[in-house]
């Protein structure tokens, strides 16, 4: 059996005009979890990212914190970026939106943003510049399926972000597109969702989990965007 750890990026720069780059927070927060992975005797012989900043950022992080003993085999994946949000609202809300700055318009961010994911999902809209959510879920089942068959009985660790891991999640169980987004938008900052899997099938162990951040210390660190 092999083990393969699907790892959120930290907080990311939310508001600011480059996302795709870790906040200060989103840095410590991935270095913990690295030192975490050493206390606890993990370690890992191959990681996948996707392209972005934010997931090697991640990935930079761990590494600091989990001081391997030996290199680790890193392979980039483009079907393990995230989807654009922005797009997603634009598709079913062409007029001009505000970025959010008050709890409601934040909450109003993630209503269109839900609407948004459902329409894209059923191929009921065509986000500007993206690829189909066929071929979204493509990616990251390509990814999923070359971990099962070139590294079955290792262990294997994705850096990547909320969609591609909510959507290998809701894969892998069976879930409907409705229960996909609802994993996408209740996962967390560098959560840690474990799978285990044979040359035939992943099974999900534990989803979107802060062992970490377990503690009074690091409260304040556990955030979603």
């Known amino acids: 059996m092999g083990n393969l750890y699907l790892v959120r990026h930290g907080q990311a720069s939310f508001g ?20 975490y992975f050493r ?38 994946r483009p079907g393990l970026n995230e989807y654009d949000p922005v797009a997603i609202i634009r ?24 609407d948004g994911l459902a329409a894209w999902m059923q191929g009921k809209s065509v986000p500007q510049g993206m690829s189909s959510y066929a071929e979204f879920l493509a990616g990251v089942i390509s990814a999923l399926d070359e971990i099962r068959n070139d590294h079955f009985g290792k262990n294997v660790l994705i850096a990547s972000s909320g969609g ?4 290998a999640v809701g894969y892998i169980l069976g879930a409907s597109h409705e229960g996909t ?6 996962i967390r900052n560098s959560s840690v969702s474990e799978i285990v899997f044979t040359p035939r099938r992943h099974s999900l162990v534990t989803y979107n989990t802060l062992p970490h951040l377990d503690g009074k210390a690091y409260a304040a660190w556990i955030t979603y965007a």
């Open 39 to 76: 206390e606890s005797g993990r370690s890992f012989d191959t990681v996948f990212t996707g392209t972005l900043r934010r997931h090697a950022q991640t990935w930079a992080g761990i590494a600091d914190g989990l001081q391997p003993s030996q290199p680790i085999a890193l392979k980039e």
């Open 164 to 167: 591609p891991i909510s959507t």
């Open 91 to 114: 598709a079913i809300h062409p007029e001009p939106l505000e970025h959010p700055k008050t709890p409601e318009g934040i909450r109003n961010h993630f209503r269109l943003l839900r």
């Open 16 to 35: 600011a005009a480059d996302y795709d780059n870790l906040s200060e927070l989103g840095r410590k927060q991935a270095a913990r979890l690295g030192e």
């Open 181 to 186: 987004i609802d994993l996408n938008l209740r």
